[in-house]
């Protein structure tokens, strides 16, 4: 072949590969093979490529003239080779040049050909990538022919254009699945991702549409300052802290930042940024994946919010029952030692004086039992185990028993109690708790009234309440004390006039139980003139 034709075949192989892609790869190849038999004007020309088994070759591609013989389809033998002797020729000598094939062949491969009437062959490997992927043949079966060293050479620059055809087919298929896993990443991720040119989207998944609540018209081409308030966080404008980070991340830095965005309805949300680039053709471009943290922060907020109002409540509660083994002991110290001294001296005492030491044990006895008394509601309060079951209740009905109930105590200071209360007030509540409420409201003013002093119970109805008030002359409260005096964790107990103690429980009771009744409670005191407490409850 004269080199002027060599040139125009090259040049024609060449053209017809530039058209190439992954799509018409097996026309254009099959096209390829027709030129190369035509112009060579030989009987067959056929690709074999290497199959995912080592030493095993399978016919892919074949041309052959209308006088010579396809490869069988239906022959395994000659579709698919598995021999490592034939590989081994190939990669060894870079080519299998023989003008008669009995002049090269013996035993199984001369056979082989010899069953396709192969008289003269050409063949070469192919390398892609850098390794064997298979080889291309050149047959001819007519006549048998002289390769000359111009051909030789021609049809090793055609295998090296097949082999570049191979390798550029890969890279493209290899390209097209990794576009197309991007594109599935890109699409079914949850995160927002947007892609900017500087500061511009000019793509985006179909999460940023669910993220900022716009359709794809009010998203593209937009500057991502336009989708943000003028000021962030820091106080700083979204502008400049948007050409701040744009910069940062086209010099290669990745940028981890928070942002504030606008949803559709200008609402404001706080988001996390990531920020990088990459290079697509010649240019850089943003890669940004943006995620809404305003949840997540609401959440921390909330967390952080929990653990300090809960470690108040612990703080609280140690320094409450602090209060309470401490005060516990005081009526306990008591009745030990009234009752150590009368056995001890039980002789010595005169009837009048052995009953007056069992009023006092008495009074001891009747502290200890309803501060217990109140720890153990106040427990089943905090813990849900104190239900409310209200019902009719005749309030004056129960302020006479309560009077009744801590008539020792007042008897001894000399105090009145009047209830003024009319038997027509009727309440809608819990008769236990109700009952509480009254006797320690009843056994604080005995506690701090001199004696002689007035104690008083009023009532009066209130449209779907009734309000009931205990009044006292005593010592009072001054406003400290009054501000103090429903918190758990301020001790605000002081001694009665007569040295008694207390805890301040009571009060804290007192007020639980009003208001899980849908009633309120509240105080009003004036220092050395008394107090009055008030509270509300459903009227009947």
């Known amino acids: 072949m004269n080199s002027q034709i060599f040139s125009e075949l090259l ?34 020309v056929y690709i074999y490529e290497n199959t995912q088994k080592k030493h095993e070759s399978k016919c892919t591609f074949q041309w052959h003239t209308p006088q010579s013989t396809a490869i069988k389809d239906d022959d395994i033998s000659l579709m698919q080779l598995r021999y490592e002797q034939w590989d ?8 299998i040049v023989a003008n008669n094939i009995e002049d090269v062949f013996t035993g199984i491969f001369l056979e082989l050909l010899k069953q396709q009437s ?14 064997y992927f298979g080889y291309i043949g050149f047959d001819e ?5 002289e390769w000359q060293e111009e051909d030789i050479s021609l049809l090793r620059a055609v295998s090296h254009l097949i082999a570049e055809a191979y390798s550029r087919k890969i890279n493209e298929e290899n390209l097209k699945n990794s576009e197309e ?12 991702i947007v892609i900017l040119d500087k500061l511009e989207i000019f793509e985006f998944n179909s999460s940023t549409l669910e993220l900022l609540e716009k359709t794809p018209e009010e998203i593209i081409y937009q500057s991502i300052v336009n989708l943000s ?15 701040y980070y744009a910069k940062e991340a086209l010099k290669g830095r990745q940028q981890l930042f928070s942002w504030l965005m606008l949803k559709g309805n200008d609402e404001v949300f706080e988001t996390e940024i990531s920020l990088s680039r990459f290079l697509k053709g010649k240019k850089y471009y943003l890669f940004a994946v943006i995620r809404d943290v305003s949840k997540q922060r609401l959440h921390e907020q909330q967390i952080k919010t929990q653990m300090r109002e809960l470690e108040e409540v612990n703080k609280t509660k140690d320094r409450f029952f602090s209060i309470i083994a401490h005060d516990l002991k005081n009526p306990f110290n008591s009745l030990l030692g009234i009752t150590e001294n009368l056995v001890e001296n039980f002789e010595d005492f005169a009837p009048e004086e052995i009953k007056e030491y069992l009023l006092l044990l008495l009074q001891s006895s009747q502290q200890g039992y309803n501060l217990l008394e109140n720890l153990l509601n106040w427990s089943r309060s905090q813990t849900g185990k104190l239900q409310v079951s209200p019902k009719v209740l005749n309030i ?21 109690i009047q209830n003024n209360v009319s038997y ?6 819990d008769e236990n708790m109700i009952t509480t409420v009254l006797r320690n409201l009843l056994s604080n003013a005995i506690k701090f009234t001199h004696n002689n002093g007035l104690i008083t119970f009023e009532a009066s109805k209130l449209n779907k309440f009734i309000q009931i008030s205990i009044t006292d002359n005593g010592v009072g409260m001054n406003e400290t004390t009054q501000a103090n005096l429903f918190k758990l964790d301020v001790f605000t107990s002081t001694l009665g006039t007569g040295k008694e103690t207390g805890t301040g429980l009571g009060i804290i009771l007192c007020k639980e139980f009003i208001e899980k009744n849908k009633g309120n409670m509240w105080v009003d005191s004036t220092p050395d003139k008394g107090t009055s407490f008030f509270f509300t409850i459903p009227r009947a």
């Open 118 to 131: 192969i008289k003269s062959i050409l063949v070469f490997p192919l390398y892609v990538k850098g390794k």
């Open 424 to 429: 027509d007030i009727l309440a809608f509540a």
């Open 88 to 95: 081994k020729l190939i990669l060894e000598k870079g080519q």
């Open 181 to 192: 896993k991007y594109r599935n990443l890109f699409e079914n991720a949850k995160d927002a």
């Open 229 to 243: 308030p003028m000021y962030q966080l820091d106080g700083e404008k979204s502008e400049i802290l948007a050409i």
């Open 141 to 145: 079966c007519e006549e048998y022919i």
């Open 11 to 44: 040049a024609e192989i060449a053209y017809t590969f530039n058209a190439i892609n992954s799509d018409l790869f097996d026309i254009i190849m099959e096209n390829v093979l027709s030129i190369l038999g035509l112009h060579l004007n030989i009987s067959r």
């Open 396 to 416: 004056s009905e129960l302020i006479d028993n309560a009077i009744e109930l801590l008539g020792n105590n007042s008897a001894s200071k000399f105090i009145d």
